[in-house]
C-alpha cells in the first residue's frame, strides 16, 4: 500500500505539469553512471572541462581531499570529476554551452542542500534547483545511492545554453554531464515513469 500511495504521488505530480510549463527531474537506476539520452553530448572531463567556455570557483580533480571533496561513489580513483567550489569554500562554476538545448544530465556526488544548479538562457534565469530538489536526503552522504545518482532535467519547450554550479559549502562533486535536444517527454512516458517511482516536477518560477 505505501508503494502504491507513492505511485499515485508521482502520477499526480505528472499530470499535474505535463500541460504546464515544468522542468521534470528523473533519477537513474542507483549505480548509473552515465546518460540514457541517444545523441547527448557528455563531458568527462577526461580533457579538461570540455565546454565552449568554463568559468568561475571550480576544480578538475581525482580522487579524495579530506574536508575539502570526494570522488562521486563508485567512480575509479585516478578518475578526473568537477569539484566547485575551489579554492575557497563558496563559489560558482560557470558552464557556457555554446549552442541551446533542452536536457541536461549529470552524475551528482555527495548531494548536499547547499549545492545549487541553475540555468541560464542569454543571461536570464530559467530555473535552479538545490540538493533538497533532487534528493530527500541530500546529507552529503559519500557512499548512498539516495545521494549518488544521475539526474536527469527535462525542461520540455524551454531551452537554456548556460549552467551554473554552485555550493556554500565543501563541495558539489559531478561527472559525465550530458546535454542535448529532445522532444519533450510525452504523457504516456511521463507515466510511465511516475508509475516506478521515480519522477519529480515543479513549475517553473515565473520571472
Same mark, same amino acid.
Given at each position: 500500500m ?5 505511485w499515485? !504521488? ?6 499535474a505539469?505535463?500541460g504546464?510549463?515544468? !522542468? $521534470?527531474?528523473?533519477?537513474?537506476d ?10 547527448a +553530448? ?5 580533457n ?5 567556455s ?6 578538475? $580533480? ?18 578526473p570529476?568537477?569539484?566547485v567550489?575551489?579554492p575557497?569554500?563558496s563559489? !560558482?562554476?560557470v558552464l557556457?554551452?555554446?549552442? !541551446?538545448a533542452?536536457?541536461f544530465g549529470?552524475?551528482?556526488g555527495?548531494?548536499?542542500s ?8 542569454a543571461? $536570464? ?16 552522504n559519500?557512499?548512498a545511492?539516495a545521494t =549518488?545518482?544521475?539526474i =536527469?532535467f527535462f ?8 549552467v551554473?554550479?554552485g555550493s ?5 562533486e559531478s561527472?559525465n554531464?550530458a546535454y542535448? +535536444?529532445?522532444?519533450?517527454?510525452g504523457t ?8 516506478a517511482?521515480?519522477?519529480m516536477?515543479r513549475?517553473?518560477?515565473q520571472h
Amino acid at each position: 500500500m505505501k508503494r502504491f500511495s507513492q505511485w499515485m !504521488t508521482a502520477l499526480s505530480l505528472t499530470l499535474a505539469f505535463t500541460g504546464a510549463q515544468a !522542468t $521534470v527531474i528523473t533519477h537513474s537506476d542507483p549505480g548509473e553512471m552515465h546518460t540514457d539520452i541517444a545523441g547527448a +553530448t557528455e563531458i568527462d572531463f577526461g580533457n579538461g572541462c570540455g565546454y565552449a567556455s568554463c568559468s568561475g570557483d571550480f576544480q578538475i $580533480v581525482t580522487g579524495d581531499l579530506s574536508g575539502r571533496y570526494a570522488a562521486p561513489a563508485g567512480t575509479e580513483s585516478d578518475n578526473p570529476y568537477l569539484s566547485v567550489p575551489n579554492p575557497v569554500s563558496s563559489g !560558482t562554476a560557470v558552464l557556457e554551452l555554446g549552442e !541551446t538545448a533542452n536536457y541536461f544530465g549529470l552524475y551528482w556526488g555527495s548531494i548536499d542542500s547547499y549545492n545549487t544548479i541553475s540555468f541560464f538562457l542569454a543571461g $536570464v534565469l530559467v530555473d535552479t534547483f538545490t540538493g533538497n530538489d533532487v534528493s530527500v536526503a541530500a546529507d552529503g552522504n559519500q557512499l548512498a545511492s539516495a545521494t =549518488n545518482r544521475f539526474i =536527469n532535467f527535462f525542461f520540455g519547450d524551454l531551452r537554456f545554453d548556460e549552467v551554473q554550479l554552485g555550493s556554500d559549502g565543501y563541495a558539489f562533486e559531478s561527472d559525465n554531464h550530458a546535454y542535448a +535536444t529532445v522532444s519533450e517527454p510525452g504523457t504516456l512516458a511521463l507515466l510511465g515513469i511516475a508509475l516506478a517511482g521515480l519522477v519529480m516536477a515543479r513549475r517553473r518560477k515565473q520571472h
